[in-house]
C-alpha cells in the first residue's frame, strides 16, 4: 500500500475535520454564539465601561478558552463516534501527521473565533487601538492560536479515550495554558493600550508564547500517538 | 499459493490473560478463512495480532512476510482491519469519509471511483452524511475505504453484524468480489451457516488455540 508523505497526511486530516465543521455548523452555529454571550455577560456583571476597557484583553482570552474546550470536545468526538480515530491508528496513519492536522485545523477555528471576540470587545466595550496595536494584537493571537491548537489537541487525544473525558478536559488543559492566558492578555493589553501600556511592552510576553507553542508543538508531534495508542 | 499469514505458537496476552495460547495459523493468498468458536475463544484477538495491533509474548510469525513481533507499524499499512466500528465521520458524506482515506495514502481519483462503484455507494449515495445511511451503507462505506487503502488482507471481525439478510447478501458478494480481484479475507463471525457457504476454510478457534 503506498504511504503518503506525512504533510500530505496532515493536510488531508486538517481538511477533513474543516470539512466536518463546514457541514455541521457547529462554531458557527454554537461555539461563535456561546463565546459572544460570555463577552455580553461579562459586560452585564462588570458594568462599567472604564473598568470594561481595561479588562477587555483578559475577557478576550478566557472567552476563547472557555470557547476552545467545546471546540476541542467537538474535535475528538467526531473521531471517537465511529471509531474513527482508532481507525487511523490501525491503518498505521503516521500519528504525528494526524497531530499536525487537527492542531492545524483546531488553529484555524480558533483564529476565526479570537477575531470575532476582538471585534466584539471593540464594538461592546468601546475598545480604541492604534494601527500598530492592532497589528501586534494580530501576532498576538497567531503565537498564542499555535500553543493553544498544540496543547488542545495534545491533550484532547489524551482525553478522548477515557470515561468522562468532557469534565477532564477542563481540568487536565486550564491549568497547562495558563501561560497562553497571562502571556497573551498581557500582549493585548500593550495592543490595547488599557492603562496607558504602551505597544512596546507587549513583545516580550509575544516571545513567551512562541516559546510556549514550539514546545508544545515538539512534544505533541512525538507524544501523540503512545497517548492515543493508550 | 504464497502464504500470506504464517503464526506458529503464538502466545498473545490481553488485560492480564492469554487471550491466544500457542496459537498456530496460516492463510494463503486469495483465501476466504472463516474463525468460528464461542465468545471470548480468541477470535478477535488473533486477528488483532494478524493487523500488528496486539503484541505476541512468544512464539513467531509473519503477515506478508513482515515480522509480527518486531515490525507491527509497518503490518498496520498494508492490512484492512474492520471491527465492530466502521471508522467513518458520521458529519462527513459518503465521498468525503472516502476521499480522506484516499488521501492518506495518495490514492487517485479513479480508484476512488472504482471503489465507491465496487461498494454500491456512488450515485446519490455519494453525498448523503454518514449518519443518515443505513447500517449495510455504512458497512459498505467502511469497506470502500479498505479497497482505496490497497488493502491486503481484509481482517473482518463480525461483518454481518446488525445487517439484515440483504445486507448480508450483499457482504458476502463484495468479500467474493475482493478476493477475486487480489485480495485475502479473514473474518470471525457467529453466523457460522451463512460463512462457512462463504468461506474456503473453517477456522475453530477455542481456549485460544487454533484447529
Known amino acids: ?230 | 499459493m504464497e502464504t500470506v499469514i504464517n503464526l506458529s505458537h503464538v502466545v498473545a496476552v490481553l488485560g492480564g490473560f492469554p487471550a491466544l495460547a500457542g496459537i498456530d495459523f496460516s492463510v494463503q493468498r486469495g483465501e476466504i478463512v472463516l474463525l468460528q468458536g464461542p465468545n471470548g475463544a480468541g477470535k478477535t484477538s488473533l486477528l488483532r495480532v494478524c493487523a500488528g495491533l496486539l503484541p505476541i509474548e512468544r512464539g513467531s510469525g509473519t503477515v506478508l512476510g513482515i515480522d509480527i513481533a518486531t515490525q507491527r507499524e509497518d503490518i498496520r499499512s498494508r492490512v484492512g482491519f474492520l471491527g465492530h466500528a466502521n471508522g467513518l465521520y458520521l458529519d462527513l458524506t459518503v465521498r468525503q469519509n472516502v476521499n480522506f482515506w484516499a488521501a492518506t495514502v495518495g490514492a487517485d481519483d479513479a480508484e476512488i471511483a472504482s471503489a465507491m462503484s465496487r461498494m454500491k455507494v456512488d450515485g446519490r449515495l455519494a453525498d448523503v452524511k454518514a449518519s443518515q445511511l443505513s447500517a449495510g451503507q455504512r458497512r459498505r462505506t467502511a469497506l470502500a475505504s479498505l479497497i482505496v487503502r490497497r488493502a491486503e488482507i481484509w481482517l473482518l471481525d463480525e461483518p454481518h453484524a446488525g445487517l439484515d439478510a440483504a445486507g448480508r447478501d450483499e457482504i458476502d458478494g463484495i468479500l467474493r468480489d475482493a478476493v477475486a480481484s487480489g485480495a485475502t479475507v479473514v473474518l470471525a463471525s457467529h453466523e457460522s451457516e451463512r460463512a462457512s457457504g462463504l468461506a474456503n476454510r473453517i477456522v475453530t478457534v477455542d481456549g485460544g488455540g487454533a484447529r
Open chain 1, 1 to 230: 500500500m503506498a504511504v503518503s508523505s506525512r504533510r500530505s497526511v496532515a493536510t488531508a486530516v486538517a481538511r477533513k475535520d474543516l470539512l466536518v465543521e463546514w457541514n455541521s455548523k457547529i462554531l458557527m452555529n454554537q461555539v461563535a454564539p456561546f463565546a459572544a454571550i460570555v463577552m455580553v455577560m461579562f459586560a452585564f456583571a462588570l458594568d462599567n465601561d472604564g473598568i470594561l476597557q481595561r479588562v477587555a484583553p483578559g475577557l478576550v482570552w478566557l472567552a476563547t478558552l472557555f470557547s476552545m474546550l467545546v471546540v476541542v470536545q467537538r474535535s475528538f468526538a467526531v473521531e471517537t463516534a465511529d471509531g474513527a480515530l482508532d481507525a487511523l491508528r490501525v491503518a498505521g496513519v503516521d500519528p504525528a501527521a494526524i497531530f499536525a492536522g487537527k492542531a492545524v485545523a483546531l488553529m484555524v477555528q480558533l483564529l476565526a473565533l479570537e477575531a470575532m471576540l476582538v471585534a466584539t470587545a471593540v464594538v461592546l466595550y468601546g475598545v480604541e487601538m492604534s494601527l500598530v496595536g492592532l497589528g501586534q494584537v494580530v501576532v498576538t493571537m497567531v503565537a498564542a492560536t499555535v500553543g493553544l491548537g498544540a496543547v488542545g489537541t495534545l491533550y484532547g487525544g489524551l482525553a478522548a479515550g477515557v470515561k468522562g473525558r468532557e469534565t477532564l478536559l477542563p481540568l487536565l488543559l486550564l491549568p497547562v495554558v495558563a501561560p497562553v492566558l497571562i502571556g497573551a492578555t498581557r500582549a493585548t493589553e500593550a495592543g490595547f493600550g488599557s492603562g496607558g501600556t504602551d505597544v512596546s511592552e507587549g513583545w516580550p510576553w509575544i516571545i513567551l508564547l512562541v516559546v510556549f507553542a514550539v514546545i508544545f508543538s515538539a512534544v505533541g508531534s512525538v507524544a501523540f500517538g503512545p497517548l492515543v495508542d493508550e
